[in-house]
């Protein structure tokens, strides 16, 4: 079982996020509970993918529910959350 954390970026993009969207919170809390049991997707059930290139203050993995992205890092057994975002309908044209 893994400890889902999240940094000031995070909780800012949540507050401005959840203003607009009201579904974010019940997709946050499916988020938390995917990453409290496997964060690196080791059974394959879930959209989590590991990034290249990417420093480790920006988050690692990505995980995707529907349109919703949540970038994190693992260490040990906490996950951090560092990034929440949507795509707009139009993004890949």
């Given at each position: 079982?893994?400890?889902?954390?999240?940094?000031?970026?995070?909780?800012?993009?949540?507050?401005?996020?959840?203003?607009?969207?009201?579904?974010l919170?019940?997709?946050?809390?499916?988020?938390?509970?995917?990453?409290?049991?496997?964060p690196?997707?080791?059974?394959?059930?879930?959209?989590?993918?590991?990034?290249?290139?990417?420093?480790?203050?920006?988050?690692?993995?990505?995980?995707?529910?529907?349109?919703?992205?949540?970038?994190?890092?693992?260490?040990?057994?906490?996950?951090?959350?560092?990034?929440?975002?949507?795509?707009?309908?139009?993004?890949?044209g």
């Open positions: 079982m893994f400890i889902v954390k999240t940094n000031t970026h995070f909780d800012k993009l949540m507050k401005v996020l959840s203003k607009r969207y009201f579904e919170p019940d997709i946050y809390v499916e988020a938390v509970e995917i990453l409290e049991e496997d690196y997707n080791l059974s394959k059930r879930f959209n989590i993918k590991k990034l290249t290139d990417v420093t480790d203050g920006l988050g690692k993995f990505r995980l995707r529910l529907g349109r919703w992205r949540f970038r994190y890092n693992v260490s040990g057994n906490a996950v951090i959350f560092y990034y929440c975002g949507i795509r707009s309908e139009d993004t890949y």
